[in-house]
């Protein structure tokens, strides 16, 4: 599940920089987070940064966007793109002509 900052956000701006997803971001009113780009720090670390910064502790997790940790990886890797090791298919050699 991505996570949800609630209005008792302080705006301390301490997990804006956190984020390496670079999902949270300033909204209205409080920081916001970009259900399309956290993947609950999956691919990056083992527990969410911006829950592990939070000095209010407002920042649960989102119940209208259920994920499971395969939806999570998956998300992380359209983030990230193509890995640098991947290895790059080769083209189908046509005969050469006579
Ligand atoms: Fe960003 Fe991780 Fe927080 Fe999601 S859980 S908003 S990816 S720091
Ligand atoms: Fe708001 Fe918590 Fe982020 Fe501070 S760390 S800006 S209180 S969500």
């Known amino acids: 599940m991505a996570l949800l900052i609630t209005d008792e956000c302080i705006n301390c701006d301490v997990c804006e920089p956190e984020c390496p997803n670079e999902a949270i971001s300033m ?3 409080i920081y916001v987070i970009d ?3 956290c ?3 999956v691919g990056h670390f083992d527990e969410p940064q911006c829950v592990q910064v ?8 989102d119940p209208r966007h ?3 940790n395969q939806q999570l990886w998956a998300k992380y ?7 640098d090791d991947a290895e790059v298919p080769v083209a189908a050699q046509s005969p050469k002509p006579l």
Do not use: W
């Open 77 to 83: 890797h359209r983030l990230t793109g193509p890995r």
């Open 54 to 61: 939070c000095p209010v502790d407002c920042i649960p997790v």
């Open 27 to 29: 909204g209205a009113e």
């Open 66 to 68: 259920a994920e499971s």
């Open 39 to 41: 993947t609950e720090c």
């Open 35 to 37: 259900p399309g780009k």
